[in-house]
């Protein structure tokens, strides 16, 4: 049986486009195609992508003077991977945002690979004043020709620094600050200001662990230990680690944070970011006891459990009065990163992120949740208190709203031993789907009718899932959907899923379905975003 949402639900979403529309209405509200160009098909809304080239890891991420800056691993010259520079982009809002010229070039010590940056406000480095304070970031050299050569040290890392709040950068003349001990993959340095232990705290990655350095200056550093060996997953190489301190959400206690991307091994393939939660005490980072189960119990936990966030990591110097531990990823996988298809530009990256840390029932969980700045682009809201889902319902109809752009929030109630099914679709048979399995304990995310698979065999190979986290009856459900993406926030962000995919033609329905037993949908909330 398949009904639709009656005519009042609709008759709240008015003055679109300068029409009043209703269900049923014949014309659709949106003008059909037959051809879409790859930007009008494609290039996201407001997820951050590039104008050209190629895209990776997120880097030296920092806060200054109204100003959030993004820089990333990028390749201009091509859509595929290459002699990689930092990219550069602003921000006032963390959604909107200007790129700006490329901040750092390779030069003879080889390729600018992932690191970090920080406003050294005290001046520490010398580099700048009290009054100019310097942006100093860190970087890895990966120097290709000694890779090749078959040398294992072809990795060490270098500093540069910005008196023009990051536009232009000079690259410090004694690189490299800190040389390789001869680890093959001793990439991606994160620094951050331990205000507990009063000096720069600096972690990278080192095949298959990590080390931790500190400083006083940033430009001299010393080795203090290291951490994670035959720790969490080890199905790859350890990547683009973050490590903070964060309050226990309603409590007075702090622990400490370790994020850790690693490819492959992720828990649906390929790529993905976990994550650790312990003591930190100036020098070793150990784990919570009782965190040191779950990781051994599950094999790792994860920031996100869809194929398509990696190499995440927080942006620095967040004012005390803000406050939140904000966070971004890279949304593609290098299982098929090179070959979406996509010819002017590749990749972009996950909404930016609050994360929390929860303790529950003894358990710590990471949570996250979209900024809040994305409410400041809510168009048109639609709401509906409660609706009944017998078996299959059409919640958006085509041509009512416009579905490569919106933020949606529902409550599922009575849930029962039954599979719960949401999906987005056109009338190309393009379909995505994901939902929850509580027959057999999963959320999940199916793309394997959602378009373009033709170039990759692994791309929609399997559908994606992710364990319950607790047992519930309810489930608060968002969704933000942005043309070729979807991220899904389980129970206020304690499970996630970020997937990408590549319809033939815009979504144009959204509907909900069920197996067996009947369900009520509350709370539901549509908001239409407006980027122009």
Known sequence: ????????????????????????????????????????????????????????????????????????????????????????????????????????????????????????????????????????????????????????????QGIA??????????????????????????????????????????????????MFYGSKNLKDWELLSDFGKNIGAHGGVWECPDFFPMQVEGTDEYKWVMLLSINPGGP???????????????????????????????????????RDNYAGVTWANISEVDGRKLFIGWMSNWNYAEKVPTETWRSSMTIPRELALIKEDGHFIISSKPVKELQNYIAKTIKKESLKINRETVIIDKGLVDLSKLDIRFTIKDLKKDVYTFSFSNDSKNKLEFGINKEDNYFFIDRSKSGNLAFSDVFAKNISKAPFIGDFDKMDVRVIVDKTSIEIFYNNGKTVMTEIFFPDKPMQYFTVSNANAEYTIENLIINQLNFN
């Open 1 to 156: 049986m398949k009904t639709v949402i009656k005519k009042e639900f609709f008759r709240l979403l008015c003055c679109i486009m300068g029409m009043v529309l209703l269900v049923g209405c014949k014309q659709s509200l949106f003008t059909e195609k037959k051809d879409y160009t790859e930007a009008e098909l494609y290039r996201p809304n407001f997820h951050f992508t590039p104008q050209k080239g190629w895209m990776n890891d997120p880097n030296g991420m920092f806060y200054y003077n109204g100003y959030y800056h993004l820089f990333y691993q990028y390749y201009p010259d091509s859509n595929v991977w290459g002699p990689m520079h930092w990219g550069h982009a602003i921000s006032t809002d963390l959604i909107s945002w200007t790129e700006k010229p490329i901040a750092l070039y390779p030069d003879e010590k080889g390729y600018i690979f992932s690191g970090s940056a920080v406003v050294d406000v005290n001046n520490t480095s010398g580099f700048g004043s009290l009054k100019n304070p310097p942006m100093v970031a860190m970087f890895t050299y990966h120097d290709m020709k000694m890779e090749k050569a078959g040398e294992t040290n072809y990795q060490s």
């Open 161 to 210: 620094y910005s008196l023009d709040e990051g536009l232009t950068w000079t690259k410090y003349d004694a690189n490299p600050i800190i040389k390789n001990p001869n680890i093959k993959d001793f990439r991606d340095p994160k620094i951050t200001w331990d205000d507990i232990h009063k000096k720069w705290l600096m972690v990278l990655a080192a095949g298959d662990k990590t």
């Open 268 to 306: 649906n393939g390929g790529s993905a970011t976990q994550y650790f939660v312990g003591d930190f005490d100036g020098k070793t980072f150990t784990l919570d006891e009782s965190f040191a189960k779950d990781v051994k119990q599950q094999k790792g936990l994860w920031i996100d459990y869809g």
